[in-house]
């Protein structure tokens, strides 16, 4: 079963986070990539993952169960680990999608205007100069008819390579631009499309590297960069070594 109830853990704090996907495994690689690249939606468990590393945050699936359960086993296990309390999760809502409640951090965060902003956000055309002013990183030339162009090449099977040599861009420009961190606004349909090539790039970085293919080699088969290749490889090492870690911990507790 894909569906269920999954938990992020700070092993240093004990601190919590609930959350509920109908694809456990996409949704848990999904946190993991954010908190790397130091973009996730909750800035409080993003200031814990970069005090405390990566290597003191676990990811589980604490309930697989039916799709039409999911907000009630989220609501309940919010409840149980008490993860909406500041002191012990980091919950910013109580879960469950009809009639659910906010924490006062995030009611006092949407009147402001400050949800996330890759979903259903307005911005109004100052707004948009400035962002467009401040994300457009090494290159002063990008349009929004450009960003859009660059996605749908993207989408469409280009490597981030091919298509920053095209526009004359660093390729961590383009990489930011398919992980919605740039220009999220542009063309935001294909955002989601554009998180799952990411997802698919990195598991083919992983599979290659493991049946011996250096990194040099791996970036040029796959045109990425050097250096998301090593962020990519250095998270599945931190993920391999936390589970052995709990695998230790599980034979001892046995054995006691």
């Known amino acids: 079963m894909k569906s269920g109830i999954y938990m992020i853990r700070n092993q240093k704090t004990g601190h919590k986070y609930i959350g509920q996907n109908v694809n456990l495994k996409y949704r848990i690689r999904r946190h993991r990539q954010q908190l ?5 939606i909750n800035d409080y468990m993003q200031k814990h993952h970069n005090k405390y590393g990566a290597e003191n945050f676990s990811f589980e699936i604490i309930e697989a169960c039916e799709i039409e359960n999911l907000d009630s086993r989220e609501v309940y296990w919010i409840e149980y680990y008490d993860s909406m309390n500041r002191k ?26 400050k949800n ?30 450009d960003v ?16 920053a040599e095209e526009y004359n861009l660093h390729i961590s420009t383009v990489s930011k631009i398919t992980r919605g961190v740039n220009w999220y606004w542009v063309l935001p349909e294909l955002t989601e499309s554009l998180m799952n090539y990411n997802d698919r790039k990195n598991e083919e970085v992983i599979k290659l590297f493991e049946s011996g293919v250096s990194r040099k080699k791996i970036s040029q ?10 962020r990519v490889l250095n998270e599945h090492k931190a993920q391999a070594n936390t589970e052995v870690k709990h695998i230790v911990t599980d034979v001892a507790h046995r054995n006691a």
Do not use: C, F
């Open 148 to 163: 859009a162009e660059i996605k749908r090449k993207i989408a469409n099977g280009s490597t981030q390579k091919q298509v």
């Open 221 to 230: 088969l796959l045109g990425m960069d050097y250096r998301k290749i090593n």
């Open 36 to 40: 790397m690249d130091n973009v996730h």
């Open 116 to 145: 996330n902003p890759m979903y259903g956000k307005k911005w109004n055309e100052k707004q948009r100069i400035n962002i467009t002013l401040a994300n457009r990183a090494n290159s002063k030339k990008l349009t929004e008819s």
């Open 88 to 113: 012990k999760g980091y919950n910013l809502e109580s879960g469950g999608n009809p009639q659910k409640v906010l924490s006062e951090e995030t009611k006092e965060k949407k009147k402001r205007g």
